[in-house]
């Protein structure tokens, strides 16, 4: 056992070794190199288009008028077949000769905020504040600049680079616009997403998928005057310890899993006992088992919410309180193994620059959902620091070392559509 597991390390090193040699060949490539020169000369520009297109709103469900914005600079940048699907998600496509696979370089369109929330900028300390700026504004605009240096540099790749500008990754969006996607394209053989940095100074590849399960909890009984039909069982009393129940729950630290309670509503009035309450409530675990079992554990949690109530106020006939549960997020886990293609063809695209090699830990992305395909899919970095997503006033993004994020995933794409003279090392 001990000879083949030494014989299993100095493979992967070999695989590993092997795919530093394919990288640093494309990296030696005058197309290429003038590519990456492209990148960091017009960092200006990145930036430029960063704030651009960050101050378009793009709740999720409402990116149309961003969508409409970003399909014109792609075509502008020279891709073809440039549009729209039926999800509203924005693809182009960067055509090679077609004898290598077809790779997928996406990054969503939507945010959090709502339309109404101000976009205006407020620079402080080096570091750009807005809303959305870091997720996604940064990661768009280091996309399209990729796009730009490959067209600028005349990079001829194997396989076609389809770029796509997708809906419906945040929040309840629920990776709608990647669902869709992959329902009607069966010809992609790998996927890099582009996300904020999260904090660091250097550009981390995830490989790890954070999956979740989302659910709308909504508690209903009869209601009535909190006088006159006092003993009547509440919807809001229940939820109370439907809540409690929940709070009470162990989970392990590692494999993590988490639970959150995130909204609770109901009541008509001071005075009323409450006929309805509704509670949202968010699972996550990039450990698929465990999170199917901690899922269950809070289904029983509300049920036991639910009877003990009942049970408080004798409730009778039509009086009772009951549950309805209603599954509304569904974001499943997946995860690359370290020696896997695209995580050695990543991790070899920073080390030929002579930069760190940096793994993230996992995460909620788009790749989530080609992962659980068993397709090849990554999540890596759009360039500089950042900071305080989902807070209005918080949110930010720093432009230090910004353009080695986009070198990086040029280099990493490059590698697994193949450019000619290096073949790809994914199936066509």
Not at 64 to 88: F, I, P, S
Not at 289 to 303: F, M, N, S, Y
Not at 322 to 338: E, F, K, N, Y
Request: hydrophobic fraction near 45%.
């Amino acid at each position: 056992m001990k000879r083949l597991l030494t014989s299993l390390t100095m493979a992967c090193a070999l695989s590993a070794h092997a795919q530093e040699q394919s990288l640093a060949k494309i990296a030696a490539a005058p197309a290429v190199r003038q590519a990456l020169a492209y990148i960091e000369k017009n960092e200006h520009t990145t930036q430029a288009n960063m704030l651009a297109i960050n101050a378009i709103p793009a709740p999720t469900f409402a990116e149309a008028e961003r969508a409409r914005d970003y399909a014109a600079r792609l075509k502008a940048a020279g891709l073809t077949d440039v549009h729209l699907d039926q999800a509203g998600n924005v693809l182009g496509t960067y055509k090679g000769s077609g004898k290598g696979p077809l790779v997928v370089l996406a990054a969503h369109l939507d945010t959090v905020y709502p339309a109404a929330t101000s976009l205006a900028v407020r620079e402080k300390d080096d570091r750009i504040y807005a809303p959305g700026i870091a997720d996604n504004g940064r990661s768009l605009a280091a996309m399209l600049t990729i796009v730009h240096a490959l067209r600028e540099a005349k990079v001829k790749t194997e396989g076609d680079l389809l770029v796509v500008a997708n809906v419906g990754e945040e929040g309840l969006g629920d990776l709608k616009g990647v669902k869709y996607l992959f329902s009607q394209r069966k010809d992609i053989k790998a996927f890099v997403g582009l996300e904020p940095a999260l904090g660091t100074d250097g550009d981390p590849v995830t490989h790890i998928g954070t999956g979740s399960r989302r659910y709308k909890v909504t508690l209903r009984g009869a209601g009535g005057h909190s006088y006159e039909g006092f003993g009547i069982p509440s919807a809001i009393h229940a939820a109370g310890r439907v809540i409690a129940h929940i709070d009470e729950l162990q989970v392990p630290a590692e494999p993590k899993v988490t639970f959150n309670v995130g909204v609770v509503q109901g009541g008509q009035s001071v005075n009323s006992i409450s006929a309805e309450a509704t509670m949202l409530i968010d699972i996550r675990s990039a450990d698929a088992p465990l999170l199917a079992k901690v899922e269950q554990q809070i289904k029983e949690a509300i049920q036991r919410g639910v009877d003990e109530t009942n049970d408080r106020w004798a409730a009778k006939d039509n009086k009772v309180i009951s549950a309805d549960v209603t599954l509304i997020g569904d974001r499943p886990a997946g995860q690359m193994a370290r020696d896997s293609v695209i995580v050695r063809t990543a991790m070899a695209a920073a080390t030929v620059q002579g930069r760190p090699a940096l793994l993230d830990s996992a995460h909620s992305t788009d790749a989530n959902l080609p992962m659980s395909l068993g397709i090849p899919a990554i999540t890596m970095s759009g360039g500089g620091s950042s900071g305080g997503y989902h807070s209005e006033k918080l949110e930010w993004w720093s432009a230090r070392h910004a353009h080695t994020g986009p070198q990086n995933v040029l280099l990493t794409v490059l590698g697994l559509v193949g450019v000619q003279g290096v073949a790809a090392p994914l199936a066509k």
